[in-house]
């Protein structure tokens, strides 16, 4: 199906970011967004290309109060050769539907969904920084928006895409990997067996912030959720999956307990080490084995895999008020093997031969 969104283009166009080293993760949105309504009898309906500005919102709107709500998260890349590109996005829309599935929220069409995504891209493509480690970050997201305190299904919801021009999240002065420290979570807990952990909701997060905070005052970046039940299984870091080198094996959590975001970037690094030959597992991995492997010296890598950062590698865990460190702190082969790998295809340096990219427009 052929969509045509019409465009209220700005009549004051942003300055860019005159630096893209200095960009950081979502500081700077561009000039347009992308907004559509969903009611029922119409369904998805008036797609339309805005000004990125404020919208206004009844303050007794129900996602304000309970949270219905879902999200994604993409990035567009230029290539050298003058295209622009994503990164396996059927993989994002059928994610999304598993979300919108869990959350009750009306499904959108993948056809719909990329057709606005292209849309939004297309008008603010000159926002695409070019700057290693840099991309611009697309941030889908639909929401319940009723006047309503029952704890239902929204009657009317509202998609938007904004998209802001970013670097990498957890970036070295020079765009490349650092390693950061990360705090083991033996006390709050993200998600459990039932709960809405493998789908992408606003909802997640808020119950992790406080952990997030804890972490910080042991100078941490982020935290390695355990799981729910037990406290003894690792599951995620933060916002990204988590995978462990130990004796040559990489050991990432499974999915089947519903608890773990799964991951594109995560579903990526699986398939590249296996092309690779390396050894990979999808199983239950207890934090007093990684301990053990960081005390006997077989620990060999720690990192963390996402879109917002691609890969990034982990140095030191905190846990239980002790440090462990991971092999010497600096940043371990495989995980730069599989950045430079990744980032490559994503970027068109590297030979895609996955067929992981989807090309949006040839600027020539
Ligand atoms: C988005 C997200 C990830 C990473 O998923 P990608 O598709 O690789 O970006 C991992 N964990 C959580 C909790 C997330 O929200």
């Known amino acids: 199906m052929e969509y045509n969104f019409p465009v209220t283009r700005t009549t004051h166009p942003k300055p860019r970011p005159a630096d893209e080293s200095k960009l950081g993760f979502a500081q700077y949105f561009t000039d347009h967004m992308f907004c559509m309504d969903w009611d029922e009898g119409q369904g998805w309906h008036d797609g339309r290309i805005v000004p990125h500005a404020p919208i206004e919102i009844e303050p007794a709107s129900c996602v304000l109060h309970y949270a219905q709500m879902m999200f994604e998260g993409m990035k567009a890349y230029k290539t050298p050769s003058g295209a622009i590109q994503i990164f396996r996005p059927e993989m994002n829309i059928a994610r999304m539907a598993r979300t919108c599935e869990r959350m009750c929220i009306p499904e959108l069409p993948g056809d719909l969904f990329l057709a606005a995504v292209k849309a939004v891209i ?48 957890y970036a070295a002065n020079d765009g490349g990997l650092a390693t950061t420290r990360i705090f083991v979570q033996d006390e709050y807990i993200r998600a459990a067996r039932g709960g809405t952990g493998f789908a992408k909701v606003g909802g997640n997060y808020g119950g992790g912030m406080r952990a997030s905070l804890d972490a910080m005052k042991y100078q941490c970046k982020d935290v390695l959720w355990l799981d729910a039940a037990e406290h003894k299984y690792v599951e995620e870091i933060g916002t990204s999956n988590a995978f462990f080198r130990i004796n040559d094996e990489v050991i990432t959590a499974p999915l089947d307990s519903g608890t773990i975001l799964p991951g594109i970037t995560r579903n990526s690094v699986i398939q590249l080490l296996k092309k690779w030959g390396v050894k990979v597992s999808e199983r239950k991995l207890a934090i007093d084995d990684i301990i053990a492997a960081s005390k006997d010296g077989s620990l060999q890598e720690i990192f963390a895999s996402g879109t917002a950062a691609v890969i990034s590698p982990i140095g030191c865990l905190n846990f239980k008020g002790t440090d462990y460190k991971v092999a010497d702190e600096q940043v371990g082969p495989v995980a730069q093997k599989l950045y430079d790998t990744l980032y490559g295809i994503q970027t068109g340096k590297v030979e895609d031969d996955m067929g992981w990219t989807y090309k949006l427009f040839d600027l020539k």
């Open 122 to 169: 297309w008008e603010d493509r000159d926002w695409i920084p070019s700057s290693p480690g840099t991309a611009l970050y697309i941030r889908p997201f639909i929401f319940g928006d009723e006047v309503s305190f029952s704890v239902l299904p929204a009657k009317h919801y509202r998609f938007m895409i904004i998209l802001t021009p970013t670097g990498s999240y």
